[in-house]
T-cell receptor
Framework: QKEVEQNSGPLSVPEGAIASLNCTYS??????FFWYRQYSGKSPELIMS????GDKEDGRFTAQLNKASQYVSLLIRDSQPSDSATYLC??????????FGKGTRLSVIA | KAGVTQTPRYLIKTRGQQVTLSCSPI?????VSWYQQTPGQGLQFLFE???????NKGNFPGRFSGRQFSNSRSEMNVSTLELGDSALYLC???????????????FGPGTRLLVL
């Protein structure tokens, strides 16, 4: 059973701080890693994808992947109240469907 | 480019009925995947269709079925509805097979199904 684990939160950070969201996965054959943001009552929206070890930056977002430790994280710099949402980590392997974690709820306090 | 569209957006049914949900992928996308989202279980994969063929199937009973048409539009059907089928049903599309390196799925707004 392929699993993706996330801390459910809520993770509360003050406005302007760095939010750090973490995700671990069980399948060593996983090759694609995604972070989605989901606002309450809305559908998931892609934030970032990462495929190789290391960091990938896009604006205020940085995804970090460590395949040896089976760990992927998302850093949000200069957090804004509009970043308050549930963040979903998703992983898939070769020709296998996406497996989602249950999400971490982030609350950015103004 | 228009995003993924799903119809209807909201649906209320009673136990024992059946329901059909529709999904139109982003233009040019050939893969459509369906997910069920509930507060307790999170997002769970139902099935993926690519070029009118089911490529992957999740761990759901046979009451859940789907199909894809030649224009890549997809439908999913749930027969003999149960109370536990109440959920947000999400469709996602990608240009190619979802499990191929570099492929990214984009989600539609979902259909919220309530079974009474």
């Amino acid at each position: 059973q392929k699993e993706v684990e996330q801390n459910s939160g809520p993770l509360s950070v003050p406005e302007g701080a760095i939010a750090s969201l973490n995700c671990t996965y069980s399948d060593r054959g996983s090759q694609s890693f995604f972070w989605y943001r989901q606002y309450s009552g809305k559908s998931p929206e892609l934030i970032m994808s990462i495929y190789s070890n290391g960091d990938k930056e896009d604006g205020r977002f940085t995804a970090q992947l460590n395949k040896a430790s089976q760990y992927v994280s998302l850093l949000i710099r200069d957090s804004q109240p509009s970043d308050s949402a549930t963040y979903l980590c998703a992983v898939n392997g070769r020709n296998t469907p996406l497996v989602f974690g249950k999400g971490t709820r982030l609350s950015v306090i103004a | 480019k228009a995003g993924v569209t799903q119809t209807p957006r909201y649906l209320i049914k009673t136990r024992g009925q059946q329901v059909t949900l529709s999904c139109s992928p982003i233009s040019g996308h050939r893969s459509v995947s369906w997910y069920q989202q509930t507060p307790g279980q999170g997002l769970q994969f139902l099935f993926e269709y690519f070029s009118e063929t089911q490529r992957n199937k999740g761990n759901f009973p046979g009451r859940f079925s789907g199909r894809q048409f030649s224009n890549s539009r997809s439908e999913m059907n749930v027969s003999t509805l149960e109370l536990g089928d109440s959920a947000l049903y999400l469709c996602a599309s990608s240009p190619g097979l979802a499990g191929v390196l570099g492929e990214t799925q984009y989600f539609g707004p979902g259909t919220r199904l309530l079974v009474l």
